[in-house]
């Protein structure tokens, strides 16, 4: 059974820093992409960063120059580096392994910045105050 466990969420004042780990379990084997999602009341989920198991990065718009994505395969986990916190980014955040191989096909991209993931956590919750 896979298991996603996010930690590190809380509440921080705006310009504060959050680092949120991932740590996965019963996967076959190191997924070859995974990433953070996040959910805003009242919005959909929206991708914020995922990485290649080559290391390679991507990010969305309002998370370059703030946000860095690690992962260490060898302590199964992911890692989120949130600096420059502003309250717009309060939110439920979401690990998720594994895309969906078809719609990976679909879309023509190897770790996509959208929701088609096969795996995700129950997500920790971040929280920036004005």
């Known amino acids: 059974q896979v298991q996603l466990v996010e930690s590190g969420g809380g509440s921080v004042q705006a310009g504060g820093s959050l680092r949120l780990s991932c740590t996965a379990s019963?996967?076959?084997?190191?997924?070859?992409?995974m990433g953070w999602f996040r959910q805003r009341p009242g919005l959909g989920r929206e991708g914020i960063a995922t990485i290649e198991d080559d290391g390679t990065a991507a990010y969305a718009d309002s998370a370059k120059g703030r946000f860095t994505i690690s992962r260490n395969d060898a302590e199964n986990t992911l890692y989120l580096q949130m600096d420059g916190l502003q309250p717009e980014d309060t939110a439920m955040y979401y690990c998720a392994a594994d895309p969906n191989p078809a719609l990976i096909q679909v879309l023509g991209q190897r770790c996509p910045l959208s929701p088609i993931f096969i795996y995700y956590g129950q997500g920790t919750q971040v929280t920036v105050d004005s």
């Open positions: 019963g996967l076959p084997s190191s997924p070859i992409c």
